[in-house]
């Protein structure tokens, strides 16, 4: 099942200018930054205050043909992603498929800082774009 809110996923043009903003406006502080090339983002994770609680993410594009540049093309920046933790993200994906949700991937992949995840089409799940994140570390090695 899912655990907590891991996540909330904002698209945004240009990283360091929206982490500028954050940081100006909100105080709030980057405590993780990456590119990940098979998801074509920049993402900068912000903590919210004492940082126990769910994070912001900002996601920007780094090539014109990623999920995240279609979004800004047709969306404009704003929330693009709602994104759960779950313990296992394969378990977790079989419960939604079997309840009839379209599931983006076959197989996990990789999400931020290690993660594996996957995404629920937003169309299934009232416009929200889902994701499942199976945080590194949780799983027990088999073998
Ligand atoms: C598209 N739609 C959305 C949406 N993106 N609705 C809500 N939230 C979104 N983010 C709507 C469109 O407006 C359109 O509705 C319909 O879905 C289009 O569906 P489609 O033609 O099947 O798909 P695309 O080409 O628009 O792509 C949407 C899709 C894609 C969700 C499949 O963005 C995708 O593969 N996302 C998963 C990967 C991702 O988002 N990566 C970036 C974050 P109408 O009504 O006009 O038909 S990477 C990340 O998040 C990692 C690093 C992490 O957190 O660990």
């Given amino acids: 099942g899912l655990l907590r809110v891991d996540h909330v996923g904002i698209a945004v043009a240009d990283l360091d200018a929206a982490m500028a903003f ?9 405590v993780h930054e990456e590119t990940n090339e098979e998801q074509g983002v920049r993402e900068a994770m912000l903590a919210v205050g004492d940082g126990t609680g769910p994070r912001l993410q900002l996601l920007a594009p780094a090539r014109p043909d990623s999920a995240i540049a279609k979004f800004l093309d047709r969306s404009g920046p ?4 709602l994104a759960y933790t779950v313990a296992d993200v394969e378990a977790a994906s079989a419960a939604l498929r079997a309840r009839g949700l379209r599931l983006l991937y076959d197989t996990p992949r990789r999400g931020t800082a290690g993660s594996r995840i996957n995404f629920v089409h937003p169309k299934d799940a009232g416009g929200v774009l889902v994701e499942l994140v199976e945080p590194a570390g949780v799983r027990t090695p088999k073998g």
């Fill in 78 to 81: 704003g929330l693009q992603q």
């Fill in 22 to 30: 954050y940081a100006e406006t909100f105080g709030l502080r980057c």
